[in-house]
């Protein structure tokens, strides 16, 4: 850890030519409030009793646990030592992921669907994927990621195990097959979504009664859930499923794949050319699991799966328990590298649906219970407005540390599905979405969905592409790198090399201004990237950044200057829009 005096000295200079890293040596515990151990009833109930387990080496892993025995300062050491897996450090490269919300809701006008929908409303006709494609990379987009099966139930691709699918559709279009292989051609990597909640498979005697419920609601005057409406607009019509979701059947031993009759796999299982595992299970966690084998056996490599916490039902009296631990060893051995969203070593949201970071945004997170046991292991949860900072790693409930970045998740309308009468942001809104999330240590998931038509309409386009040109035009070349200075710019991007970790707790930058140095910037953590967005325009011949506070020497990566695209100020502001429901 460093010093307070060491800290002072702690100071990259980035001359006009070239970018220094900070050298900075731990010299001793760090004193003050912003850089000392946390004092009081946290640090007060750790305690280091000489010699024990608490005396090897700290060694550098994505995921540490905290033992009762270590001291305040070892416990920070720790959380100076978690890093990325090798999944996670390149998801967290590839900046954007573009969202693709298409499904049963596109053709029904809904957000939330019922699971009852008949499958041939999914009429696309011609699905135009690669016409996605080349919008999702106007944008910027590194990777995609499709609904490939929402709340609903309904499944965009053949399975085996559900008929409420593209198989019953108008001319049974396998949309995930479609969508990775058009992903693949534009040389972008493939995330899918994978509803955990399943509308299709509520049980049909408990639907039935909870139909009638509603009606008496109804009849009695009182408002109505959104599942419930929607459920009532169905009127009588049954769940498309076989009522595997929390229907209270028992967990016995179960293989998985599950072979069906006249399966296409079963010589392959049977060679071993195919893995097979014998898991316990009900019911649904069966089902789930068999559609989670068919998307990694069939449409990998996939780069993140999506696991969405939302349950349209958990307040209409039916629950189903994930096993979710068995769902996270089974991805994990199926594709090591894999991130799961929500998942261990994965990805976590956020905490809004505005697609906006902290503006102090920890990749290092405590945990209560070993993330691989389940879902749920942050102290609060997401939306907590302080998710890692030391009061929070110092906590008496942290068990564990590990590697857990942000995902920002936002619309590119004000729905996640398609509806005619909305329009989509602007680029000067996107760009402020951009700079508050990228520019954060988050990921933009930016969801753009497709029209009935199977295209993305050309506003969202049009938005997207001059979206991709200002990120481009800004952040595509240091300013420095355009020809001798003095330089002017109004946005300094500072890096960590999150390969050692993420230990900058708090920076400043300054810049030599007609002589003198001044201080033009403070910012608290950087992670994978800063972005600092100037009040004005500076112009200036040289700029450094000083580490004011650290949790163990610092490694910074590259420091650029960059002057925005003049139709999108730095202070321009996204519209605040309430938390919607995917």
């Known amino acids: 850890?460093?010093?307070?005096?060491?800290?002072?000295?702690?100071?990259?200079?980035?001359?006009?030519q070239a970018t220094a890293q900070v050298t900075a040596q731990p010299t001793g515990p760090a004193t003050g409030p912003a850089t000392g151990p946390a004092t009081g009833p946290a640090s007060a109930q750790r305690s280091a009793p000489p010699g024990g387990p608490c005396t090897a080496p700290v060694r550098p892993a994505p995921q540490l646990a905290v033992e009762a025995c270590d001291s305040p300062e070892r416990i920070i050491e720790k959380a100076a030592n978690i890093v990325p897996t090798r999944g996670q450090l390149a998801w967290q490269q590839r900046e954007i992921t573009a969202f693709t919300h298409f499904g049963m809701n596109t053709f029904t006008g809904r957000e939330w669907g019922s699971g009852t929908e008949d499958e041939k409303l999914f009429a696309p006709g011609d699905i135009d994927v690669d016409q996605w494609m080349r919008a999702y990379r106007a944008a910027g987009a590194e990777q995609v990621m499709l609904t490939a099966k929402h709340h609903d139930g309904f499944v965009l691709y053949?399975?085996?195990?559900?008929?409420?699918?593209?198989?019953?559709?108008?001319?049974?279009?396998?949309?995930?097959?479609?969508?990775?292989?058009?992903?693949?051609r534009a040389g972008l990597k493939v995330g899918l979504y994978l509803s955990p909640s399943d509308?299709?498979?509520?049980?049909?005697?408990?639907?039935?009664?909870?139909?009638?419920?509603?009606?008496?609601?109804?009849?009695?005057?009182?408002?109505?859930?959104?599942?419930e409406r929607v459920a009532l607009e169905d009127g009588d019509r049954a769940p498309?499923?076989?009522?595997?979701?929390?229907?209270?059947?028992?967990?016995?031993?179960?293989?998985?794949?599950?072979?069906?009759?006249?399966?296409?796999?079963?010589?392959?299982?049977?060679?071993?050319?195919?893995p097979t595992f014998t898991v316990r299970a009900d019911d649904y966690d069966?089902?789930?699991?068999?559609?989670?084998?068919?998307?990694?056996?069939e449409y990998g490599?996939?780069?993140?799966?999506?696991l969405d916490g939302a349950n349209p039902w958990s307040g209409s009296g039916i629950t189903q328990k994930y096993d979710v631990k068995q769902w996270f060893d089974t991805i994990k051995a199926l594709s090591p590298n894999t991130v799961v969203f929500q998942g261990p070593q994965g990805v976590r949201w956020v905490g809004n649906e505005n697609g906006i970071a902290r503006e102090t945004e920890w990749s290092v997170t405590p945990h209560t219970t070993d993330p691989w046991t389940g879902l749920g292991s942050?102290?609060?949860?997401?939306?907590?407005?302080d998710i890692g900072s030391r009061d929070r790693i110092l906590a008496p409930t942290t068990k564990y540390l590990q590697w857990y970045p942000a995902e920002a998740d936002v619309s590119n309308r004000p729905g996640w599905f398609y509806h005619p009468e909305q329009q989509p942001k602007t680029p000067a809104q996107l760009m402020d979405l951009y700079e508050r999330s990228?520019?954060?240590?988050?990921?933009?998931?930016?969801?753009?969905?497709?029209a009935p038509d199977g295209r993305i309409a050309d506003a969202d386009v049009a938005s997207l592409t001059a979206f991709g040109k200002a990120v481009r035009t800004t952040y595509g070349t240091d300013v420095r790198k355009r020809g001798p200075g003095p330089y002017t710019f109004d946005r300094v991007a500072v890096r960590e090399d999150i390969r050692r970790g993420q230990r900058v707790e708090r920076f400043a930058v300054e810049a030599r201004i007609g002589g003198s140095w001044q201080r033009i910037a403070e910012g608290t953590t950087i992670g994978h990237r800063r972005i600092l967005p100037l009040p004005a325009p500076v112009t200036a011949t040289a700029v450094r950044v000083k580490v004011l506070a650290s949790r163990a020497a610092p490694h910074l990566g590259a420091t650029t200057l960059h002057l925005g695209a003049t139709a999108f100020p730095p202070g321009a502001t996204a519209p605040q829009e309430p938390p919607r429901s995917r």
């Open 199 to 227: 509308g299709a498979e509520l049980p049909h005697a408990w639907h039935a009664r909870w139909v009638g419920t509603i009606r008496e609601k109804q009849a009695e005057g009182k408002p109505l859930s959104l599942p």
């Open 1 to 16: 850890m460093l010093s307070a005096l060491a800290l002072a000295a702690a100071t990259a200079l980035i001359p006009v």
């Open 286 to 297: 069966a089902y789930y699991l068999n559609q989670v084998y068919e998307l990694f056996t």
């Open 240 to 274: 498309a499923g076989e009522g595997r979701f929390g229907n209270g059947s028992a967990v016995t031993e179960r293989t998985i794949p599950t072979l069906v009759p006249g399966d296409d796999r079963a010589d392959a299982v049977r060679r071993g050319g195919l």
């Open 378 to 385: 942050l102290p609060n949860d997401s939306t907590d407005p």
């Open 301 to 306: 490599p996939i780069e993140e799966l999506w």
């Open 158 to 184: 053949p399975s085996r195990y559900t008929d409420h699918s593209v198989a019953l559709s108008p001319g049974s279009p396998d949309v995930v097959g479609a969508y990775v292989k058009a992903a693949r």
């Open 438 to 450: 990228v520019g954060r240590n988050a990921s933009l998931l930016l969801n753009v969905p497709p």
